[in-house]
């Protein structure tokens, strides 16, 4: 879900603070895995995932390392005497979609054509149970739950109307779900209008929204991913959409528990909102004290929120933005000067033009990010890896007092780590990667590695390796 992926080092600071197993996610539409984002809750996570592919369930209960997290297969959707069902009957599932108009279904077409007619696996497996999550909840003895997801291509809206008469006493703070950009004004089809209308009357606001384009077949666009899926330029389909509660709201804010408003605050960071984060931490700073130093969390959100040459402690950042420091202005194409200080605004670095390069060979449109995929976060973990076990060698320390010399007599600071935290989207990790990359490059070419190279042989041959 393209609306999870904030810096996670405050949640991550924030939950080692909450109870084993106090923060309960429940998502609908599991295959693949939770999202990386989660995992960030440590012990604190606990739940609940549900998917129709009985394979795909058995292989996720199997590699699951939490104990609390728990792994069902089965269909979920609303009681067959729902209200909501009853007046979908007769209607088709998703009307209006054009599915068939996109080039994306030409290429699956020709694919399916090529690899000729699957094999017929009817009854070789088992009929699924259909699962109604406020039944389930109450018979799992799960009587808190703080998060949905949902993205299951058919029956999310049915399941949020299923859930709408339990968000109060389940103490649901948000909901995550895939919307359609199509649709009739039917209040039945689930379409992003009718999924706004009903979460806004469960007292949640619009916090993430995300547009996946696809183009017609009649002129088809270039798709931005390897595989035939969403692509550059064409109608707006599908998107992700996050709700959460507003505990900041000058009207109709809920009244919520210390726990509760630290989970909201997880929440906002994780969907790539430190400022309506740090809002939640100012806002409630007394009740939040106790629990976790509200000062340091801030310090936290504003290295995740921050820019170039922005501050990086709160105070700092906020007398910046009340002083209208350059570096909250964003420099116009061809604009000249520098991009820090007093004086005239910037024009676009190297860093900045790099990006848009990357931006346009991933594909993606003017002013659209692109997200980091799995194999890019794993390479920016290893590289970080790396370079801290040379800043930790014993090579490193040992020749400390020679560097700060040197850098006193040059009068310079001595070359900082590469910053931490997740990078936004796909072309900031790789200038994540070039910038790790550089500053390995530059330790094992230093001096200091260079002069302790017969100590670190000498050692080796004392261990036998």
Not at 89 to 114: F, I, K
Not at 325 to 336: D, E, N, V
Not at 397 to 418: D, H, I, K, Q
Request: with cysteine.
């Amino acid at each position: 879900m393209d609306v999870l992926v904030g810096d996670p080092s405050f949640a991550v600071f924030v939950s080692r603070h909450l109870p084993a197993g106090s923060f309960t996610l429940v998502d609908i539409g599991c295959s693949g895995g939770l999202q990386r984002s989660w995992r960030a809750l440590g012990p604190a996570l606990r739940g609940v995932g549900f998917d129709a592919d009985a394979a795909e369930i058995d292989r996720l209960a199997a590699r699951e390392s939490n104990p609390l997290l728990r792994y069902v297969a089965g269909y979920v959707s609303a009681p067959e005497d729902h209200p909501f069902l009853q007046a979908r009957a007769g209607r088709p599932r998703l009307p209006g979609n054009p599915w068939s108009r996109l080039s994306v279904a030409r290429t699956l077409q020709r694919r399916e054509a090529a690899a000729g007619d699957p094999a017929d696996e009817a009854g070789t497996t088992k009929p699924l149970p259909k699962i109604v999550l406020p039944s389930f909840l109450d018979e799992a003895g799960i009587t808190d739950v703080d998060f949905v997801k949902l993205d299951i291509d058919g029956d999310d809206l049915a399941v949020m109307h299923s859930l709408a008469g339990s968000v109060g006493r389940l103490g649901l703070l948000g909901i995550g779900v895939e919307v359609n950009y199509f649709g009739t004004d039917d209040p039945t089809d689930h379409s992003f209008h009718n999924t706004d209308r009903l979460l806004r009357g469960l007292g949640f606001d619009l916090f993430g929204l995300t547009v996946r384009h696809y183009s017609n077949a009649a002129l088809p666009s270039r798709y931005i991913y390897d595989f035939p899926t969403e692509t550059r330029f064409g109608r707006p389909l599908q998107g992700d959409a996050l709700y959460l509660l507003d505990p900041c709201a000058a009207e109709g804010a809920t009244a919520l528990s210390q726990a509760k408003l630290a989970k909201l605050a997880i929440l906002f960071s994780l969907g790539g909102l430190p400022d309506c984060a740090a809002e939640v931490l100012v806002r409630h700073r007394d009740m939040l004290a106790p629990l976790f130093d509200v000062d340091a969390a801030l310090d936290i959100l504003v290295r995740s929120a921050r820019d170039g040459d922005m501050p990086e402690s709160y105070p700092a950042y906020q007398a910046a933005f009340a002083a209208e420091a350059r570096c909250f202005f964003t420099a116009p194409p061809g604009a000249a000067g520098q991009a820090g200080g007093t004086g005239p605004v910037a024009a676009a670095s190297p860093d900045e033009i790099l990006l848009r390069q990357l931006q346009g060979e991933q594909g993606a449109a003017p002013g659209r990010e692109v997200w980091p995929d799995e194999q890019l976060l794993m390479r920016i973990e290893e590289l970080s890896a790396e370079a801290q076990a040379l800043r930790a060698s014993t090579s490193w320390r040992v020749t400390a007092p020679l560097r700060a010399m040197v850098n006193r007599a040059n009068g310079r600071a001595e070359a900082r780590s590469v910053e931490t935290g997740w990078p936004r989207d796909a072309a900031a990790a790789m200038l994540r990667i070039e910038a790790l990359t550089k500053e390995i490059a530059a330790l094992r070419s230093s001096t200091s590695w260079r002069v302790t190279a017969p100590l670190r042989s000498a050692v080796r041959l004392v261990r036998g390796r």
